[in-house]
Structure formats: structure tokens, C-alpha cells
């Protein structure tokens, strides 16, 4: 959860949305004080190749959005959908995980959701969640993803995503985290850092799930979701809600662009100008200007914008096996040292505060019932 600065204004790196539903995220952040702001409860879709657009709205909360969807969808799609909503918003979001799922396109199709619907919004939607075009993640995950978007707002901080992992740090005791060391290894007792072996009590390994394979005996796929965005500047917004913009005929090789949304349409630039953010899946390379010339279709006055700047992430997201079952992957505990990180349970924010909580429960520390509830630990040492 990383956010820059380009030209003065935060640019998340990696497209970020943040579920206030999520149960976890109301125990230990304070929305408030990250001056969020909900997307529009809708999302458009476009089909470039014939230039024509779509809208799936939330019509039990904006009714103007009904007629509209159903003439995008159909009357069996949208009750199909609507029964999905109702069924995925439960008390436990995280309840279908619990159970056996196919893949999430078979999920789909076992939910008699139609070919176009599949193929032009449900595909590169969940794509867009899981990082994988082909969306091998769980069924059961779509549903525990779509229930939350159901059951609550989908808020981006005024500061970028930073905020939130910034806004946990606060509460540390001040010099307790050292940053910029580089860790060799680690067991149960110990951290080794420059050949030099550090004694604690206790060992907790919150690391990314390649790096946690690395430094422990935890077989992972090879697989890597990478993750790009293209930002540019325009003087006018090409877009008036602040909603996503979803490419209905996405494709890795041919149509690239997955979706494309305004951040300053949230939080505005002092100077006016705002930022249009393309996201790109895989390892594909790509380039300003080609991209560029792919959103000509999308947007004509995309000729007029400038390149402000890039952003490319790297193991993104975990990969968890489709076969797995339940809301978490991994044990907390693997020989003897905690782990911690979204590989251990699932790739979301939700998963990865869950997986902290696992480790608090492993050693006998009551969770808070939220945020004002935290006070800063008597004495504790992090390396980062």
C-alpha cells in the first residue's frame, strides 16, 4: 500500500480502493481521520471497438441508476445479480471462503450469469481485483469481495493509501522501527542482519509471500502479479463521476488497458488540472506513448493529455491455490516464528489486518474493539 507525488498531487502506486465494510479495517483505522472519500457506487464500462458505454449501478442506493443498468445487463442479469448481492452481504464476509469453490470464472458461469455479461464485465472486473487476467483465484473470494462492496463504501484517503499503514506506524513508540535493513534470516529466536545474529523473544515474519518463501521452507507458485499505471494530466476531467472505467473488451495482448478513473475527481489539484490513471496487468511492456494511443478510442481528447509520470509493482498479490479452502492459507505458525501478510489468509485488506490479528491472538493479546482503543506498547523493536 504505496502512494508518490506527481506534480504535487498523491498518486497511489498500483490502483487502491479502500472497503469500509471490511471488519478488521473498523478495528484499527480511524476513516475519519484520513479525510476519505467514497467513489460513485457505480461502474461504467466501455467497449472501445464500438464505442459504446455501459453503466452498472447500485440501484437500491442511487434508484436513478435502475433503468440504466437494466438496459445494460437485462432483467435476468440484474436479478441474478442482485440475488448474488443479498447472499454475499452476510454478517461473516468472509464465510464462503469456508467452504469448497471452482475458479471464479466457473463461480460465474454455475450462477447463470449470461456469456456477454461474463466476458464484458465480470471477467475483466475480477481481473482487475485479483491481478490475474486469468483469474484463477477462488469463487468463493469474488463473493466475499462482492459482499463487501455491497455492504459498504469503497473510499479513497486524501492522502493516497499510504495513509492507512501510515496512520498504524503513528502508534509505535518513537525509534522503534528501523528501516532500510537489509534481514538474512530468521528463526524462532532470531534475526539475522549483516552475519550478525539478534536475540528476541519472539519472531514475527510479515513479509511479502515470495519473500516469506525465501526466507522459510514455504513453497509458493512461481507465478508473479505485476501491476502498472500510467498517469497523465489533463485540463478538464474526462469523466464527470468519480467512478471506474472498465474496459469491456480487455486483453492482455490486444486491449491492454483494464480500466482507467480520475483520482482528482475525489480530491482535487489546487491548480485545476486533473490526473487520469490507466492500469495494465502483467509483464507486458508498455509505454506512455502507447497507451496513449490506445485510450484515443476511449477518450478522443486523449491526444491533448501529457505524461506525468508511471507506476510499476511487482508481486502485487499472493497467489492462493485454488483448490485451498477457507479464510486462511497459511498456519500462523511455521517453525516456530509468526507469520504475518495477506499469503497467509487472502489477498485483501481484510485479509492482511486478519493475518495481524492471528499473531496478536498467538500470543494472548486482546484485539481492540476499535481504533480509540489503541494505546502505543510499553517497549518493542521492528525491523523493517
Avoid: C
Avoid at 480502493?17 to 484499527?28: D, N, S
Avoid at 448474488?84 to 447463470?112: K, N, V, Y
Amino acid at each position: 500500500m504505496g502512494t508518490t507525488e506527481m506534480e504535487g498531487h498523491p498518486v497511489d502506486v498500483g490502483f487502491h480502493v479502500l472497503h469500509t465494510a471490511y471488519p478488521a479495517l473498523k478495528r484499527w483505522v480511524n476513516l475519519e481521520a484520513l479525510e476519505a472519500t467514497p467513489m460513485d457506487p457505480s461502474t461504467e464500462v466501455i467497449l472501445p471497438s464500438k464505442g459504446r458505454r455501459m453503466l452498472l449501478g447500485d440501484a437500491l442506493r442511487r434508484p436513478s441508476t435502475l433503468l440504466p443498468t437494466l438496459r445494460s445487463v437485462g432483467p435476468f442479469n440484474a436479478l441474478r445479480l442482485l440475488r448474488w448481492r443479498q447472499r454475499a452481504r452476510g454478517r461473516d464476509l468472509e464465510a464462503p471462503m469456508d467452504r469448497p469453490s471452482p475458479t471464479i470464472d466457473a463461480g460465474f458461469a454455475d450462477q447463470g450469469f449470461s456469456e456477454g455479461l461474463r466476458q464484458h464485465v465480470l471477467h475483466p472486473l475480477f481481473a482487475g481485483i485479483t491481478l490475474d487476467p486469468e483469474r484463477r483465484e477462488r469463487a468463493a473470494f469474488a463473493t466475499f469481495t462482492w459482499g463487501a462492496m455491497a455492504k459498504g463504501t469503497m473510499v479513497m484517503p486524501k492522502d493516497g493509501i499510504v495513509a492507512v499503514p501510515r496512520q498504524l506506524a503513528s502508534r509505535l513508540p518513537p525509534n522503534a522501527v528501523r528501516t532500510d535493513v537489509a534481514v538474512e534470516g530468521v528463526d524462532a529466536s532470531s534475526v539475522t542482519v549483516d552475519g550478525v545474529h539478534h536475540a528476541h523473544d519472539k519472531v514475527v515474519l510479515a513479509v511479502p509471500q515470495h519473500v516469506a518463501a525465501r526466507l522459510l521452507d514455504v513453497t509458493t507458485s512461481p507465478d508473479e502479479r505485476r501491476t502498472t499505471t500510467m498517469v497523465y494530466a489533463s485540463s478538464t476531467p474526462p469523466m464527470r463521476a468519480a467512478r471506474l472505467l472498465l474496459n469491456g473488451e480487455y486483453d492482455p495482448d490486444h486491449s491492454p488497458v483494464l480500466h482507467v478513473h480520475v483520482p482528482t475527481l475525489l480530491h482535487p489539484r489546487a491548480d485545476g488540472q486533473h490526473l487520469v490513471v490507466a492500469t495494465l496487468l502483467g509483464a507486458h511492456e508498455h509505454t506512455p506513448e502507447g497507451v496513449q494511443e490506445r485510450l484515443l478510442s476511449w477518450f478522443p481528447e486523449a491526444s491533448t493529455w501529457r505524461h506525468v509520470g508511471r507506476t510499476d509493482v511487482r508481486h502485487a498479490l499472493p497467489n492462493i491455490p485454488t483448490h485451498h479452502v477457507g479464510r486462511d492459507h497459511l498456519p500462523v505458525d511455521v517453525d516456530g516464528v509468526l507469520l504475518a501478510g495477506d499469503h497467509t489468509t487472502h489477498p485483501s485488506v481484510q485479509g492482511t489486518l486478519r493475518s495481524a490479528e492471528r499473531v496478536l491472538e498467538a500470543l494472548g493479546v486482546p484485539l481492540p474493539q476499535g481504533p480509540q482503543d489503541l494505546t502505543r506498547p510499553a517497549a518493542v523493536e521492528v525491523t523493517a
